[in-house]
């Protein structure tokens, strides 16, 4: 996955990590995500006798943030 953000240097890095859904925040033990450039692999044996014929997987993007101050 490819995530950018327009922020310069650290603000603008991006962080990725993987979510289980949306009511558990653990990874699914049979993916990794690269928290740099966001490549997923496949970290363990998917028996397809046992293992759905699909996973979903939910990315999330994180930026270094940077918050800009406004005047009144």
Do not use: M, N, W
């Not at 966001?38 to 979903?56: A, L, M, N, W, Y």
Request: proline share 7%; with cysteine; glycine share 8%.
């Amino acid at each position: 996955v490819k995530a950018t953000d327009a922020d310069a240097g650290l603000y603008g890095l991006v962080q990725y990590s993987l979510y289980d859904g949306f009511q558990s925040y653990e990874a699914p033990p049979a993916f990794q995500i690269d928290p740099q450039d966001g490549r997923i692999c496949v970290s363990q044996d998917i028996d397809r006798e046992k293992d759905p014929g699909t996973f979903d997987l939910l990315v999330k993007a994180k930026d270094g943030t940077y918050v800009v101050l406004a005047a009144p």
